[in-house]
């Protein structure tokens, strides 16, 4: 068995080092690119969003890499993500492909079926101890990626040196990559603070703050944004994500097996706007935004596929967030049209916008 599956942010890592511990022959998807995205565009249906056009590309291109089986997650709701997997296999199979679709299913709703699609993925004899010792690592390698992501949002905007944020982030990636245990993670976690803390910053500078909501895939995925969080930093500006993947596993895994509700004070935030579930993170979009405005952030981008349902109608709610707690919002559709030229003009033009805005702020206030 030959396994592959979808590149997301730094996952695709992490998710090797597990399929690889489970004994298994595993192909790492490409990094999505152009072509990964003519790919799919190529054979989506026409008005199916970017996020499911670059996972449709990335499964061709890793079959075509010698795949023999895909696995990938599915969901509930009226999102239509927790159909991709269905449609995805049907048009690959008519394109002659012959694989293997696994789907890994929410466990709070398919608590069984997950347990046996999980014992499709382990392919050696091991023990309960040693199960849980590769989960514990795998999970511990995704959070100091996560962690290192987080301390380069919060250096680039202040570094004196432009790109060397980016270059040290790059590095500690790869650094982190080729850890093999939870020891090994200790130990580069200080790399990564030392390196962190040896970029030069300038001193008392106050950054724009901005926060990031939208759909998942577009929020963690730099080629479907675009790395707009590279160029917002690039432009001086402190980003702040609304969600990282481990972020993501905790609310959509750990508190759904437990019929927890996840994020609690995001849907709090959101009621007097959003009080029912749209599926997506509609819904998660607008109670973020208002965190936001609440802690004083400059503004806030809403990264959407475009004919995303779920964002759609929080796009709509939005405007009046935005007016209620006066917090700029700057409302991004994205598809395989959207160019990284014409983003970074909007994203100069938003920053400057919110810079004037808080220069009028603390004139009012002198």
């Known amino acids: 068995m030959k396994i592959t599956y979808p590149y997301v942010g730094n ?4 998710i090797k080092n597990l399929l690889e511990r489970f004994g298994n022959e595993v192909v ?4 999505p690119s152009k072509r990964t995205l003519s790919y799919g565009t190529q054979f989506a249906p026409e008005f199916a969003c970017v996020p499911f056009k670059i996972l449709l590309g990335t499964y061709i291109e890793a079959l075509e890499m010698g795949a023999d089986t895909i696995v990938s997650t599915g969901g509930v709701g009226p999102c239509r993500a927790g159909l991709y997997t269905t449609l995805q296999e049907e048009i690959l199979k008519d394109l002659g492909y012959d694989f293997q679709m696994i789907t890994l299913e929410p466990p709070g709703h398919y608590l069984k079926d997950l347990i046996a699609q999980i014992k499709k993925l382990i392919n050696r004899k091991m023990s309960i101890r040693e199960f849980w010792s590769i989960i514990r690592f795998v999970w511990e390698q995704l959070k100091l990626f996560d962690e290192t992501e ?3 949002f919060k250096i680039r905007p202040l570094e004196i040196k432009k790109g060397e944020t980016t270059r040290v982030y790059r590095e500690m990636v790869d650094l982190i990559a080729s850890a093999q245990t939870v020891k090994e993670l200790r130990e580069i976690r200080h790399e990564v603070n030392k390196r962190f803390e040896n970029i030069e910053i300038k001193e008392n500078y106050d950054p724009i703050k901005v926060g990031i909501v939208g759909e998942v895939y577009v929020v963690l995925e730099p080629f479907a944004n675009l790395e707009i969080e590279e160029t917002l930093g690039e432009l001086g500006v402190y980003v702040e994500r609304s969600m990282f993947l481990t972020h993501y596993t905790i609310n959509n895994a750990v508190t759904d097996l437990f019929h927890i509700k996840g994020e609690k004070n995001v849907k709090k935030a959101a009621v007097p706007y959003f009080n029912e579930m749209c599926g997506g993170h509609g819904r998660e979009s607008v109670g973020h935004t208002i ?5 004083g952030f400059d503004g806030v981008i809403h990264l959407s596929p475009f004919t995303c349902i779920p964002e759609i109608v929080a796009k709509s709610i939005l405007p009046a967030v935005s007016k209620d707690y006066n917090i700029s919002v700057l409302s991004i559709s994205l598809d395989e049209q959207t160019g990284k030229a014409g983003l970074r003009t909007r994203l100069e033009a938003f920053v400057d916008l919110l810079d004037k805005k808080r220069q009028k702020f603390k004139e009012r206030m002198a």
């Open 11 to 14: 996952s695709h890592i992490v």
């Open 28 to 31: 790492v998807p490409p990094k």
């Open 150 to 152: 987080l301390m380069s």
């Open 291 to 295: 965190l936001y405005a609440k802690k």
